[in-house]
């Protein structure tokens, strides 16, 4: 296979040499399309769907069941809060200064901003702290239409799946607060978290246990707010027994959480549970860390 996209990627880069056509960049400057042949267009859309399979074997068959869209929050800030226009077209824009027109903490159009980098392939970062454009954001910037495509997916149709979720279970009520009332629905979706943890490695909560020093915390609190059944903290405790952590989820799942334990936790394990909804006020005051995942 590996040698077949490679037979399909020359076939690609023979054409655009012969044609004087840019090659696919990133790129602020970039090509926004390839304007190739229908031969060499068949030779694209071919490598495309070899790649896609290639890309399946790698991550194996549990990966595959899980459904492509994800992670549309930092799209839906750029979107809503005009970013990609206020980037200049030419040279950079700092961290700091885009936070300042755009009224979001500094710390937080960080995060976005890195995020799209990676995995929208939106901005460029040349400079530690500053932003450029990429060929998608410049491309954002530039077309109301296509400011008008992100836009509408997230301005009407993300605010739809709330409503859809309603009228789905026939109910009036958040989908938090409905599960709520649905043991079984509740025990599914904490169970579900585990399950996206499992089998995206970018979601294991071995980056998390292993990506910060925690040790630094001593005995300090860390609140796992919306921790389901406490499987990051358990990941936590076994490597930081000295931190004391609380987990935080509606009443049924931190009640059957903490009636049976999944597996045998040593005696001076310091998890506690707490049930608690976190569209309410945080009732644990002063903690060092609130995890939010």
Request: net charge negative; charged share 20%.
């Amino acid at each position: 296979m590996v040698a077949r996209i490679d037979q399909l990627a020359a076939t690609i880069t023979s054409y655009l040499d012969q044609n004087n056509l840019p090659h696919p960049s990133f790129d602020a400057n970039g090509p926004i399309t390839l304007n190739l042949s229908s031969q060499a267009e068949c030779a694209r859309s071919t490598a495309i769907n070899a790649l896609q399979e290639l890309l399946d074997l790698l991550q194996g068959p549990i990966a595959c069941m899980l459904p492509k869209v994800y992670n549309g929050t930092s799209l839906q800030v750029i979107s809503r809060h005009d970013i990609a226009r206020k980037v200049p077209m030419e040279g950079t824009i700092s961290f700091a200064e885009l936070a300042g027109a755009t009224g979001l903490r500094a710390s937080d159009v960080n995060r976005i901003m890195r995020f799209a980098m990676s995995y929208h392939r939106l901005f460029t970062e040349p400079q530690e702290g500053f932003v450029a454009h990429s060929a998608g954001s410049k491309k954002l910037a530039t077309d109301d239409v296509v400011r008008a495509g992100v836009g509408q997916s997230f301005d009407e149709f993300y605010g739809s799946f709330a409503r859809g979720f309603a009228l789905a279970h026939e109910t009036d009520m958040s989908m938090f607060d409905y599960l709520g009332t649905q043991p079984s629905k509740a025990e599914q979706f904490s169970k579900a978290m585990r399950f996206y943890s499992a089998v995206v490695p970018g979601y294991a909560e071995s980056h998390l246990v292993e990506g910060y020093d925690w040790a630094s915390l001593g005995t300090g609190t860390v609140v796992d707010v919306g921790g389901a059944d406490g499987y990051v903290s358990r990941a936590l405790s076994k490597a930081h027994p000295r931190l004391n952590l609380v987990v935080e989820d509606l009443p049924d799942v931190v009640e059957a959480a903490a009636g049976k334990q999944q597996q045998p936790m040593p005696t001076d394990c310091r998890i506690r549970y707490k049930a608690y909804n976190f569209f309410s006020p945080q009732p644990v005051a002063s903690a060092d860390v609130y995890l939010f995942r």
